[in-house]
Structures are given as C-alpha cells and as structure tokens.
C-alpha cells in the first residue's frame, strides 16, 4: 500500500482558521473578501492591497497548532507508505506537525514568506507585517515593487514542479486520500481522478458533498479531526 493524501482548508478548521467555503468559511460570511485575493485587483488597486494586508495581519494562521489530523498523517510516513501530503494549504501546519518538507508538496505557496512582484527580493512575512501599521502598502525595500505573499493568489499559474510531483503521486498510490477540501479548485481538483485513473481507492473525508463522492470508495463526514486518525490507524493495521 501507498498512500497520497490531498488536503484543503477543512483539515485546518480545529486549528481555528476558517476555510473558504464551508458554512463558516471566510467567502461564506464575506463575500467581498474574495477579491483580496485575485491577483489582477490585487497588483492594480492599492486599496485591495492595503485591505489584504490587514487580513493577513489579524489571520489566525500565525498563532495556529496542528490538529489531530495533521499529526495522523506522520504516522503514514513513519510506516513508510506515505507518497506524499499534497496540500492547497499556506498555513505550513503540515511541517509544525513534524512532517517533512520533502514529503509536504504546497500547491498554492505558503504565507510564511513574501515576495516581491518585480525583483528577486523574498524576506519573512512577518517583517513585511511588521511595517504594515505604517505603511498600509508596504513595498519592495530593493527597488520600490508590489509586494505579495508567496501564495498562489487567484488569477496566478501554480507552481509547476508542485503540481508535476503531485499528478506523479497521484499516479503512483494505491489509495487516495481527500481530506477537507471542496474538491472544486482546479487543476488540484483534477487530482482524485488521475488516482482513480491509475487504478487507487479513493476516500474521501470532508464533512460536506464534494464532485468525487460518488465516484469514492468510501466518504467519511465525520469531523476530520476524529475521522483522519481513525482511518490512519485502519489503513495502518491493514
Ligand atoms: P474549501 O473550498 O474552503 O473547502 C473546505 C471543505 O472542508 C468544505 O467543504 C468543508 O465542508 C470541509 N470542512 C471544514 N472543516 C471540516 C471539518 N472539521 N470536518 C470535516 N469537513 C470540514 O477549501 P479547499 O481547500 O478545498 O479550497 C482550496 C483553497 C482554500 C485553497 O486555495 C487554499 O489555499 C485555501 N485556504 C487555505 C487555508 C489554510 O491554509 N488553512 C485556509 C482557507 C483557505
């Protein structure tokens, strides 16, 4: 047996960050904030620049602890049938839970450092946050560019070498995991079905109906907190 598991916002809930789209997601209950993250408003507009900004300071992903279910997915690597964890997450609890980096593929980027959009400039989140009360748009302290946090805003290409390796892990499971996403983000969404197509068992976990389920072998609507580790442990003892 080997395992790939995808995830999405829904494994991060317990750790207090709201997803997008489940019934206390962020779009739930404002829809406007999507826009804070569409790349083409975001290089144009200065306003949505400094309203992303406030959103990532006060995002609760900077104090956040893995959950039960992130720590469920060590085990899978410690038993030596972890493909790999792909994640649309940018909230790096994967790794806080003692993953590895080499096995924690990040399809959209990660939050914890900041680029910028013209020069090869990149530095902490958190210094760029840190100068955010003063400058509402803080910009690139090297040549005076757009800065943006490395996540992969709507609009942007995915990182290629990400998504080579996830479609190859996809290719080469026998069993795929689908943990707390919507399954409607593409190309990631796309995923289930290249595991499908090689032949995997697909579960998936996430509390509300996603495109997959009735293609699944199995789908869980238990709080993922409880539902990853009971489904690691019967996966593990075989
Ligand atoms: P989504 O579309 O918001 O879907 C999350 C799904 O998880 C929903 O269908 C919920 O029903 C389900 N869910 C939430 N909590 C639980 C729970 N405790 N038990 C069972 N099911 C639960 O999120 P996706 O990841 O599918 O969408 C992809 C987006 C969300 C990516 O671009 C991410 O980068 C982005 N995102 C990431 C984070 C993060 O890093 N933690 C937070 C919010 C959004």
């Known amino acids: 047996m080997t395992v790939t598991v995808l995830t999405g916002a829904g494994i991060s809930t317990g750790s207090g960050i709201p997803d997008f789209r489940g019934p206390d997601g962020v779009w739930t209950r404002h829809p406007e904030a999507a826009r804070l993250l569409e790349i083409d408003a975001y290089l ?7 309203a992303g900004w406030r959103w990532w300071a006060a995002h609760p992903g900077w104090h956040a602890r893995p959950t039960a279910a992130h720590r469920a997915l060590v085990e899978l690597a410690d038993a030596g049938v972890l493909e ?3 994640t649309q997450n940018f909230d790096g ?5 003692g993953s590895a980096p080499d096995d924690v593929v990040e399809l959209h980027g990660s939050a914890a450092t900041t680029s910028c959009t013209r020069c090869d400039w990149s530095g902490p989140t958190a210094d760029v946050l840190a100068r955010v009360p003063a400058e509402p748009d803080p910009r690139c302290p090297r040549c005076g560019g757009v800065l943006k946090p490395d996540v992969v805003y709507f609009g942007e290409v995915l990182p290629q070498a990400a998504l080579d390796r996830a479609f190859r892990a996809a290719e080469a499971c026998s069993v795929f995991v689908a943990v707390g996403t919507s399954l409607t983000v593409h190309p990631v969404a796309t995923l289930p079905l290249v595991a ?3 032949g995997a068992d697909l ?8 495109p997959y389920d009735r293609l699944a072998d199995r789908v869980l609507r238990e709080p993922i907190d409880e539902a990853v580790p009971a ?3 019967e996966l ?3």
């Open 44 to 50: 144009a507009e200065p306003d949505v620049r400094a």
């Open 84 to 86: 790999a964890v792909l």
């Open 93 to 97: 609890l994967h790794q806080a839970a």
């Open 196 to 198: 499908l197509d090689h």
């Open 203 to 210: 579960v998936v976990v996430n509390a509300e109906p996603t």
């Open 231 to 233: 489904l690691v442990e």
């Open 236 to 238: 593990l003892a075989g």
